[in-house]
């Protein structure tokens, strides 16, 4: 079955590098997107790719089967929920998974 | 400049009544998508379309959803007979054209209840 695996919450302090790790068992999916959410508003793309990248505070690594999503000198206003996705290019679907609660300890 | 928006943001309804959940998405993107998560998931394909016709309706659980894009714009997802499972958030995304490497926008959502 097509699916995508991701933590479920990942704690961090600020200042911190949070690293949220991603899989996927999606045969035809190539390229990793990595979205925000806050809840009720519209999930955010942060990066995406089917190589490292680099946004601001956000890097991705790639690997065919899996990636992660780093975020630099993370902040309180980071906490929120992040959702790794693959895209079909069968149909350009995108998979996703649950989706990590990032905590920010005090 | 506009992003995707989604009406009414919140709906409730009752058992069995029909409802329609609107997606207006940016101007100029060709693909549309629809989506639907429920409470602690991602969310999960329902439909696709490129233009006016629907490239992939895979997603669509039962013939009781159905989806229109009728002039390549403006896209309405439609439930007959609505049941308490089919309460969750609709979303809708766009995107300039199909394709797997490009950006998916995602609108906020339509949360829907079935009471």
């Not at chain 1, 390229?31 to 490292?52: E, T």
């Not at chain 2, 919140?10 to 060709?30: A, M, Q, W």
């Not at chain 2, 439609?78 to 950006?103: F, M, P």
Request: hydrophobic share 35%; with cysteine; aromatic share 12%.
């Amino acid at each position: 079955k097509d699916q995508v695996f991701q933590p479920s919450t990942v704690a961090s302090s600020e200042g911190a590098v949070v690293e949220i790790f991603c899989n996927h068992s999606v045969s035809n999916a190539y390229n990793f997107f990595w979205y925000l959410h806050f809840p009720g508003c519209a999930p955010r793309l942060l990066v995406k790719g089917s190589k490292p990248s680099q946004q601001g505070r956000y890097n991705m690594t790639y690997e065919r089967f899996s990636s992660s999503l780093l975020i630099l000198q993370v902040r309180e206003a980071d906490a929120a929920v992040y959702y790794c996705a693959v895209c079909m290019d069968s149909n350009y679907q995108l998979i996703w998974g649950a989706g990590t609660k990032l905590i920010i300890k005090p | 400049g506009a992003g995707v928006s989604q009406t009414p943001s919140n709906k409730v309804t009752e058992k069995g009544k029909y409802v329609e959940l609107r997606c207006d998405p940016i101007s100029g993107h060709t693909a549309l998508y629809w989506y639907r998560q429920s409470l602690g998931q991602g969310p999960e394909f329902l439909i696709y379309f490129q233009g006016t016709g629907a490239a992939d309706d895979s997603g669509l659980p039962n013939d009781r959803f159905f989806a229109v894009r009728p002039e390549g714009s403006v896209s309405t997802l439609k439930i007959q007979r609505t049941e308490r499972g089919d309460s969750a958030v609709y979303l809708c995304a766009s995107s300039k054209t199909s394709g797997d490497t490009y950006e998916q926008y995602f609108g906020p959502g339509t949360r829907l209840t079935v009471t």
